[in-house]
């Protein structure tokens, strides 16, 4: 079964809100079974568009993130950022096809 990922982009507008979002969604993910592969680190945008800050979120499966994202506790977290930043996240299913060599 494919792992999930969530491809999160966003730039913060408000700090203080935004922190409390931080401090609230771990209990989400830990329930969840996410780790994080990328969060916040440097970068270089090579095509396109960014925003300032980058993450990406593992998950065991795909359904796994679907669930987290519309759980209740994650929804009570996301509500402590709505307004907090610019975000674009998107859910999506690994690939567990074949691999260039």
Request: aromatic share 10%; glycine share 6%.
């Given at each position: 079964?494919?792992?999930?990922?969530?491809?999160?982009?966003?730039?913060?507008?408000?700090?203080?809100?935004?922190?409390?979002?931080?401090?609230?969604?771990?209990?989400?993910?830990?329930?969840?079974?996410?780790?994080?592969?990328?969060?916040?680190?440097?970068?270089?945008?090579?095509?396109?568009?960014?925003?300032?800050?980058?993450?990406?979120?593992?998950?065991?499966?795909?359904?796994?993130?679907?669930?987290c994202y519309h759980s209740v506790p994650y929804?009570?977290?996301?509500?402590?950022?709505?307004?907090?930043?610019?975000?674009?996240?998107?859910v999506v299913e690994g690939y567990d096809g074949?691999?260039?060599?």
């Open positions: 079964m494919a792992k999930g990922y969530w491809i999160v982009r966003l730039d913060i507008t408000q700090l203080e809100p935004f922190q409390a979002y931080i401090a609230a969604n771990g209990a989400a993910l830990a329930e969840y079974g996410a780790q994080y592969l990328a969060r916040a680190g440097q970068y270089q945008c090579v095509e396109g568009n960014t925003r300032s800050r980058n993450t990406i979120v593992e998950f065991p499966t795909y359904q796994a993130a679907l669930d929804q009570n977290a996301k509500a402590l950022r709505d307004g907090a930043c610019e975000i674009d996240l998107v074949v691999q260039p060599r």
